[in-house]
């Protein structure tokens, strides 16, 4: 069956309406992710988050990494389940010690696997593939854009409020610098 966004998002909905919403979703996110055709054609291939629902107690979002984008350590503060349709996400984990935040191994992601994590997670993802964009599913089990959080800055990983903007900026910024290696490389 042809994916559909609005399929897809009346099924979570009614996933979230389960005991056990993330479980429900996983499944929802394996069908899905096995179709990687379908859902490209439906969503495109545009870098960066784009939603495709939102509400106070579900978000789900389509997310394009460019090539060889990372994304700094960030929390959720809500269960998320992380559907690869196409591509490769790597997560590396962190947990909070008395100083801040230290590594915690990781996990890679592949085409049509899906990651569930849960309210504490502190993750940093980044698309290892350094020709290829990675296509993907994220949802979410409350208000993504809203609920306060923390992220981490990359390189010292001092703790800050999390800011959507920050995140936009990083894929565009990564699109860019994508860009501009392709454009010199052409052969690649
Ligand atoms: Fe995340």
Redesign the pocket.
């Known amino acids: 069956m042809p994916f559909e966004v609005a399929e897809f998002v009346d099924g979570c909905r009614g996933a979230r309406r389960e005991g056990h919403p993330h479980l429900a979703v996983r499944e929802l996110l394996a069908r899905a992710t096995s179709a990687r055709r379908d859902v490209e054609a439906v969503l495109g291939h545009e870098a960066g988050l784009a939603t495709l629902h939102s509400s106070p107690d579900l978000t789900i979002l389509h997310v394009v990494w460019p090539p060889g984008m990372s994304l700094f350590p960030?929390d959720?503060r809500m269960w998320?389940a992380i559907g690869v349709y196409g591509g490769q996400e790597d997560n590396a984990f962190y947990r909070r010690d008395t100083t801040g935040i230290v590594a915690s191994g990781g996990r890679q992601l592949r085409e049509h696997e899906v990651l569930l994590l849960g309210d504490d997670a502190i993750?940093a993802?980044s698309n290892p593939q350094q020709h290829a964009f990675t296509g993907a599913i994220h949802v979410y089990g409350g208000d993504f854009f809203s609920v306060p959080r923390s992220a981490w800055t990359a390189d010292t990983l001092t703790e800050h409020a999390y800011d959507p903007d920050e995140a936009m900026d990083a894929f565009r910024v990564a699109d860019e610098e994508w860009l501009a290696r392709a454009r010199s490389t052409p052969d690649t």
């Open positions: 960030h959720h998320a993750h993802v």
